[in-house]
């Protein structure tokens, strides 16, 4: 239980698309928050995007409105992040995390216990 498996990232000129993945066990999924942070280097971690498996509320950051995409994949119990018209600026570490709640969807890392293994998303200029 809370197992959660990173898949996608890379490398991508700005302006290009990636997609993000992020597997987990349907008990994790269910009555949790889904949440997508980075951390790029020299900076504090930040929720870029989250969805709640149950009820699809979702937030996103500021930075990000309108170029990244939270969605759930109920088929394969996977929370999916696409990433368009990326910038330099997005280049990070990204990991995917799980945190309990019943529709609030918190943006402060602590409350998320359960995380995935980070991939890293590079993005050239």
């Known amino acids: 239980q809370g197992q959660l498996v990173q898949a996608g990232g890379g490398l991508v000129q700005a302006g290009g698309s990636l997609r993000l993945s992020c597997a987990a066990t349907?008990?994790?999924?269910?009555?949790?928050?889904m949440g997508w942070f980075r951390q790029a280097p020299g900076k504090e971690r930040e929720l870029v995007a989250a969805i709640h498996w149950t009820d699809g509320n979702t937030y996103y950051a500021g930075s990000v409105k309108g170029r990244f995409t939270v969605f759930k994949d109920k088929n394969n119990a996977m929370v999916n992040l696409q990433m368009n018209s990326l910038e330099p600026e997005d280049t990070a570490v990204y990991y995917c995390a799980a945190g309990a709640s019943n529709h609030d969807i918190a943006t402060e890392d602590f409350f998320y216990d359960h995380w995935g293994q980070g991939t890293q998303v590079t993005v050239s200029s």
């Open positions: 349907e008990r994790t999924l269910s009555k949790h928050v």
